[in-house]
């Protein structure tokens, strides 16, 4: 998680606030995007959003896309970015 407007590092879940704060969520996997990465993508949204963050941005990291689930995603606000695997 990023809290945006604050200072770059590791924190411990008790040593942030992030009430009336904008965060941004990340959740990654180095493999297509699919229902493991999807799901927990949303669900940490609802997770964070009982701390009543300002805004919750949430963002799903793959190597490759998903023509049926990127739609999904998009419907509930999760942002898909694709970074490809490159041959060495």
Do not use: W
């Not at 699919?34 to 949303?42: E, F, N, P, R």
Request: net charge positive; charged share 20%.
């Amino acid at each position: 998680m990023v809290v945006l407007g604050t200072p770059t590092g590791t924190a411990k879940d008790h040593e942030i606030e992030i009430r009336n704060r904008d965060i941004v969520i990340i959740q990654t996997k180095a493999q297509r995007l699919g229902m493991y990465l999807l799901g927990q993508a949303l669900f940490s949204r609802h997770l964070m959003a009982a701390f009543k963050p300002k805004s919750i941005e949430t963002v799903a990291v793959c190597t490759k896309g998903d023509a049926v689930l990127e739609p999904i995603a998009l419907q509930y606000g999760i942002k898909v970015v694709v970074y490809p695997v490159r041959s060495r």
